[in-house]
């Protein structure tokens, strides 16, 4: 079965870098877009970034590009997120997805920026 497995996150301060990651498992991870979303307390679940099957097509929000760097290994069927100068409205937890037949979710990762 298709499973994703978020891991990485923790408590930084603010300026500073988390690398997340996801491993995948149960389909062929190299054929599908992977997505990063986040979702903080009392808000909606938002895009992050996407990256394309291949990696060569990634997309961000608005709100972090130029400070995250979404990847992919398809040979070890993983999704990264490298955070650099994180801020505190980057708590949250963040999410690996895939869309198959229907949106595939981890668990999440809590992301907490605070001194």
């Known amino acids: 079965q298709v499973r994703v497995v978020e891991s990485g996150g923790g408590l930084v301060q603010p300026g500073g870098s988390l690398r997340l990651s996801c491993a995948a498992s149960?389909?062929?991870?190299?054929?599908?877009?992977m997505s990063w979303y986040r979702q903080a307390p009392g808000k909606e679940r938002e895009m992050v970034a996407n990256?394309?099957?291949?990696?060569?097509?990634?997309n961000y929000a608005h709100s972090v590009r130029g400070r995250f760097t979404i990847s992919r290994d398809n040979a070890k069927n993983t999704l990264y997120l490298q955070m650099d100068s994180l801020k505190p409205e980057d708590t949250a937890v963040y999410f690996c997805?895939?869309?198959?037949?229907?949106?595939?979710w981890g668990q999440g990762t809590q992301v907490t920026v605070s001194s």
């Open positions: 149960g389909f062929t991870f190299s054929s599908y877009v």
């Open positions: 990256i394309s099957p291949g990696g060569a097509a990634r």
């Open positions: 997805n895939v869309v198959r037949d229907r949106g595939y």
